[in-house]
């Protein structure tokens, strides 16, 4: 296996003004339970898992995407794609770059062939002074609205009519945005003395979202202070326990809203909400539209 390639992906210390992507691909498909083969890309690949569960190794970590999650695969850097579920799973897929950099007329200028890597054709990712790139964090759960728009730009890209070009690249712009704003999902984070007790205490809130985790029931697990056991979840989850709390119950209620017939109320009391209204009101607040509007517009995707 070759070692990871500091080269790649490329940085770009750039602002916002500077960015104008190309989308090279956008497309729907359905892949069978399996392993696909390792690779490369030129350019840069959002793979959003629409029904089932994939998983991607990369930089030797194994990222597991749950439906509603999507994966970041960055120009340059190896990675393996893997189809957990079975019989399937169907994705949304889309290739691009952030500075129009590729002219792509098939298949070959997207993945690299190992026998004639072309070094000039690898694409540059933007860095933005005080803020992380986004391959620093590759699995994101983006919003409905983020989702929306990457189903527009599918129908955009296949349907390709007048001014498509232009449609699409506003689409990407929008979509980028949205997930540089998502709260990032759990990562690996920064090696700490606690690090792994945290990470199985993390695991558990995965597992059971609808447990009591007060800030207080966290800390007495942890046996550390609340101010101490919130700044390491912080350095490793990105953001503080309640709000990782929230984010844990929220994509589940997605997920139930999604693929379940159960009630809203029952969905509410599933991940840890007793109080229906106050479950209607949390959801509104992080995704924009209430969990009844939700699961209308998931059904029509």
Same mark, same amino acid.
Request: hydrophobic share 40%; proline share 6%.
């Given at each position: 296996?070759?070692?990871?390639?500091?080269?790649?992906?490329?940085?770009?210390?750039?602002?916002?003004?500077?960015?104008?992507?190309?989308?090279?691909?956008?497309?729907?498909?359905?892949?069978?339970?399996?392993?696909?083969?390792?690779?490369?890309?030129?350019?840069?690949?959002?793979?959003?898992?629409?029904?089932?569960?994939?998983?991607?190794?990369?930089?030797?970590?194994?990222?597991?995407?749950?439906?509603?999650? !999507?994966?970041?695969?960055?120009?340059?850097?190896?990675?393996?794609?893997?189809?957990?579920?079975?019989?399937?799973?169907?994705?949304?897929?889309?290739?691009?770059?952030?500075?129009?950099?590729?002219?792509?007329?098939?298949?070959?200028?997207?993945?690299?062939?190992?026998?004639?890597?072309?070094?000039?054709?690898?694409?540059?990712?933007?860095?933005?002074?005080?803020?992380?790139?986004?391959?620093?964090?590759?699995?994101?759960?983006?919003?409905?609205?983020?989702?929306?728009?990457?189903?527009?730009?599918?129908?955009?890209?296949?349907?390709?009519?007048?001014?498509?070009?232009?449609?699409?690249?506003? !689409?990407?712009?929008?979509?980028?945005?949205?997930?540089?704003?998502?709260?990032?999902?759990?990562?690996?984070?920064?090696?700490?003395?606690?690090?792994?007790?945290?990470?199985? !205490?993390?695991?558990?809130?995965?597992?059971?979202?609808?447990?009591?985790?007060?800030?207080?029931?966290?800390?007495?697990?942890?046996?550390?202070?609340?101010?101490?056991?919130?700044?390491?979840?912080?350095?490793?989850?990105?953001?503080?326990?309640?709000?990782?709390?929230?984010?844990?119950?929220?994509?589940?209620?997605?997920?139930?809203?999604?693929?379940?017939?159960?009630?809203?109320?029952?969905?509410?009391?599933?991940?840890?909400?007793?109080?229906?209204?106050?479950?209607?009101?949390?959801?509104?607040?992080?995704?924009?539209?209430?969990?009844?509007?939700?699961?209308?517009?998931?059904?029509? !995707?």
């Amino acid at each position: 296996m070759e070692k990871p390639d500091s080269r790649y992906p490329s940085i770009r210390m750039t602002t916002f003004r500077e960015w104008s992507p190309s989308v090279h691909y956008a497309q729907f498909q359905r892949m069978p339970t399996g392993v696909l083969p390792r690779r490369r890309l030129y350019d840069f690949e959002l793979l959003y898992v629409c029904q089932g569960e994939a998983a991607t190794t990369m930089r030797g970590q194994r990222y597991r995407i749950e439906a509603g999650q !999507l994966v970041f695969l960055p120009s340059g850097v190896y990675h393996q794609n893997e189809v957990v579920s079975s019989p399937d799973a169907r994705f949304l897929g889309i290739h691009f770059d952030f500075f129009d950099e590729l002219d792509i007329q098939t298949e070959a200028d997207m993945v690299v062939n190992e026998a004639a890597v072309q070094p000039n054709k690898f694409t540059q990712e933007p860095r933005i002074e005080g803020l992380a790139p986004l391959s620093e964090h590759p699995v994101y759960t983006p919003p409905l609205v983020c989702v929306q728009l990457m189903e527009q730009l599918v129908h955009e890209f296949t349907m390709r009519p007048l001014g498509y070009e232009l449609v699409c690249r506003a !689409l990407m712009l929008q979509i980028v945005a949205h997930l540089l704003r998502s709260p990032l999902s759990r990562t690996s984070g920064q090696a700490s003395l606690h690090g792994g007790k945290l990470a199985e !205490l993390m695991e558990q809130i995965e597992a059971e979202p609808s447990a009591s985790w007060t800030n207080k029931a966290i800390a007495e697990k942890m046996n550390l202070s609340i101010d101490h056991t919130a700044k390491l979840f912080k350095q490793i989850a990105g953001m503080p326990p309640s709000e990782f709390v929230q984010s844990i119950r929220h994509r589940e209620a997605r997920r139930l809203l999604r693929e379940s017939d159960q009630s809203i109320e029952n969905v509410g009391i599933l991940i840890g909400y007793t109080d229906i209204h106050y479950f209607s009101r949390i959801f509104s607040r992080h995704e924009g539209i209430s969990p009844r509007e939700y699961r209308k517009l998931s059904k029509i !995707l």
